[in-house]
């Protein structure tokens, strides 16, 4: 009892500070670092520059571009309307800076300066001048943790959009990644657009992601491609949140009737 | 002379100097963990940095026990776990790289301490990365080879930025505790 009392008097202070150290340890893993990228959020703001100079800067080539693309797609809406589909107006999205990247060299993740103060939640996906990016994974008030499509342990469903064939995309840590494929034999070409699937259930249909860059259709067990991201995944600057709750296989309106018998 | 009576007042107030011991230390995992983010110019290469977490867990076990360097790997690990992913986790190799630093029987090999510590953080970085690998091997979710050629990459990248960068951190820290102790010796 005597060299326990000892034991322990000696030691007092180093097993206090230690456990005092492992306690708030595991208090930020729990928590997820929320304190630490709040903080970081704090001291990195004067840093960061408005995502609306970026804006006034994009050229007028590609304004232009946009427009005509608008206008395309409120006709594809209106036929859509037309034929019975539900019509979706996108919600606008959130414009944030990002403000650093992942905290260790294996993951691809970003950090955006906007969190859940501004209505960003957990789910939500990322795009950036050119295309898909990723998906929000954590949020705190002012801070959003996204996990980027090049990461290896992000997968989406994607379409070729020209032939409508499907597969799925792989990250593989740069700005590229392999798309393998569900048919035997698809119609690919180099230069094709990629876009993802409506078998995606944690992405919305439709959106770009990159090019085709090359084909190796002898792979086995599956065909693949490898891709080229279209937005500049590797030194982003600034992207836009857009909210989506993921709904699984929604691929048939749900407003459409079966026809009445004539 | 101020530092003097400074140095006077803290031996004298055990409790206090403890205190601000605490805050330097704390402070400087803080730094380390804000920093760990950031890709500034220069000190990045190939969109990777220094290992921040790593180069202090070394700059403390250096001149420390066994179960210290492994207690620091621990906390540091499980908190770097909380700002990326929990598996695989960090724990492991930051505490593999406390012991095996505190092991090490620097006195022998090595003399100079600013060499010492930049070589010792190159081995070091190459082996938790290193242990990342094998536990992505293990988890099996990746291609073997996707793993360890994007291992040959982040290896060298952080091992040569980590030794660079980590006398910038050993040095002040070092003078630090080495002046913390003379006091309580004192």
């Not at chain 1, 032939?163 to 990644?177: D, L």
């Not at chain 2, 930051?94 to 029987?105: E, S």
Request: proline share 6%; with cysteine; hydrophobic share 45%.
């Amino acid at each position: 009892m005597f060299t326990l009392r000892r034991w322990w008097e000696r030691h007092r202070l180093q097993i206090i500070l230690a456990s005092l150290a492992i306690g708030s340890a595991l208090f930020i893993r729990q928590t997820e670092a929320r304190f630490l990228f709040e903080t970081y959020q704090f001291l990195t703001r004067p840093f960061q520059q408005a995502p609306a100079q970026k804006a006034v800067l994009e050229n007028a080539q590609l304004r232009d571009l946009q427009q005509r693309l608008a206008d395309m797609e409120s006709q594809n809406q209106r036929l859509k309307e037309l034929l019975g589909y539900v019509s979706q107006q996108p919600a606008p999205g959130i414009p944030a800076p990002v403000v650093g990247r992942s905290a260790d060299h294996w993951w691809q993740q970003v950090i955006l300066g906007r969190g859940t103060k501004d209505g960003v939640k957990v789910g939500d996906v990322v795009i950036a001048p050119g295309g898909l990016v990723g998906r929000v994974i954590n949020v705190t008030p002012n801070t959003s943790r996204v996990l980027l499509l090049s990461d290896p342990s992000s997968r989406v469903g994607a379409i070729i959009s020209r032939s409508r064939f499907m597969g799925y995309i792989r990250g593989q840590s740069t700005n590229r990644a392999v798309m393998v494929f569900f048919d035997r034999v698809p119609d690919v070409r180099r230069g094709d657009v990629v876009t993802t699937s409506s078998f995606s259930q944690l992405f919305p249909a439709g959106l770009p992601i990159g090019r085709v860059e090359s084909v190796d259709l002898n792979k086995s067990p599956a065909p693949e491609a490898i891709i080229e991201f279209s937005a500049p995944v590797s030194f982003l600057e600034w992207a836009v949140i857009h909210s989506h709750a993921p709904h699984p296989y929604s691929t048939v309106p749900s407003n459409q009737e079966p026809n009445p018998a004539p | 002379m101020k530092s003097e009576s400074l140095s006077r007042s803290w031996q004298d107030h055990p409790f206090s100097r403890l205190l601000i011991n605490c805050t330097v230390t704390v402070g400087s995992v803080l730094l380390c963990l804000l920093i760990l983010p950031t890709r500034l110019p220069g000190m990045e290469l190939a969109g990777i940095g220094p290992n921040w977490l790593l180069i202090w867990v070394v700059a403390w076990s250096v001149k420390r026990t066994m179960l210290q360097g492994a207690l620091a790997g621990l906390v540091l690990g499980l908190i770097q776990d909380g700002m990326t992913a929990p598996s695989p986790t960090h724990v492991f190799s930051l505490m593999l790289v406390g012991v095996l630093t505190a092991r090490l029987r620097k006195e022998r090999y090595l003399q100079e301490d600013f060499i010492s510590v930049a070589l010792i953080a190159f081995g070091m970085a190459v082996l938790a990365e290193t242990v990342t690998a094998i536990q992505y091997s293990f988890q099996g979710d990746r291609s073997l080879v996707e793993i360890w050629t994007y291992h040959q990459l982040i290896a060298l990248s952080s091992a040569i930025l980590s030794s660079l960068w980590a006398p910038v951190l050993y040095f002040p820290l070092n003078r630090w505790w080495e002046y913390m102790s003379e006091l309580k010796v004192l």
